[in-house]
């Protein structure tokens, strides 16, 4: 039998070719690019002229019937806006005064709940009392679907209505599209860097936040589980929280009127890792 010679140019080859991977990721990545640095080079594009920058989140594209990808975001630094929203407002007595006069085109309690069930006032955004709000449950399956829904969380739901129609004012409304990118204007050119940045990073981790949840497809292996592929599965989960997992926001590009649009660097925008687990 002739003897075989080994040599170790396999393992190197495949050494070398994660190096290369890893190479090539960081590229990609614009790991050695800064924020500043980015915005710096697309402000010369844009020819000094203030101009106002859109912000569009690339997110997996959604799935078949799923539910859509909106949300709410207050910038930091606000953007001067003609806010064209209709805004009803479900109160009653002295707090449905002080509605009407801070601009609320609807304000009422049964009678406007009747209208709005029936669909004879269109509305944009919605407001509520927490003596309203037993009542306005009731035209959930109306407001609903449309993501005009009041919730006490989203401080939608409150007494104080001078608090909540500010609020109203400063936030803005995102939706992603049927490619799932989010846009949103964020900006100006003439702005610092760092005010950019943290309009940006606070849209990002809005869009995170109402992520749609993970699809589940093992649920007649669930069910035949025993108790030591339960145990398995416990330790694989702990394993997974040591390591990064991808980010819901693929990708962070800005654009401007007749302005070329630029990828930015994705590190200004990923999350921290989670903490060690130990294992026992």
Not at 39 to 68: N, S
Not at 248 to 258: D, E, K, T, W, Y
Request: hydrophobic share 40%.
């Amino acid at each position: 039998m002739p003897s075989v010679l080994f040599t170790p140019i396999r393992n190197y080859d495949k050494e070398r070719w994660r190096q290369q991977k890893a190479a090539e990721k960081a590229k990609r990545n614009q790991d050695d690019i800064t924020f500043a640095e980015a915005f710096e080079v697309f402000k010369k594009y844009c020819l000094g002229q203030d101009l106002l920058i859109t912000a569009h989140l690339e997110t997996p594209k959604p799935e078949a019937h799923g539910k859509p990808l909106r949300g709410e975001v207050t910038l930091p630094r606000g953007l001067a806006k003609d806010d064209k929203s209709v805004v009803a407002v479900f109160a009653e007595g002295a707090q449905a005064e002080e509605a009407r006069k801070l601009g609320a085109h609807f304000v009422g309690g049964d009678e406007l709940i009747a209208e709005v069930a029936e669909g004879k006032l269109k509305v944009d955004k919605v407001l509520s009392t927490p003596a309203m709000f037993p009542k306005v449950i009731k035209i959930a399956r109306v407001l609903g679907p449309k993501g005009l829904m009041p919730s006490p969380s989203r401080g939608t739901v409150s007494d104080d209505i001078a608090l909540m129609m500010s609020a109203l004012q400063a936030a803005n409304k995102f939706e992603g599209d049927t490619d799932g990118f989010v846009h949103m204007e964020i900006g100006r050119t003439t702005w610092a860097d760092s005010e950019v940045l943290a309009n940006l990073k606070a849209l990002v981790d809005a869009v995170d936040a109402v992520k749609p949840p993970k699809s589940n497809g093992n649920g007649g292996l669930q069910r035949l589980m025993t108790p030591v592929f339960q145990m398995l599965k416990y330790y694989l989960f702990a394993c997974s929280s040591l390591l990064t997992a991808p980010q819901f926001v693929q990708n962070v590009n800005i654009s401007a009127p007749h302005t070329a649009g630029m990828l930015l660097p994705k590190h200004p925008f990923r999350k921290a890792k989670p903490a060690k687990v130990e294992l026992y």
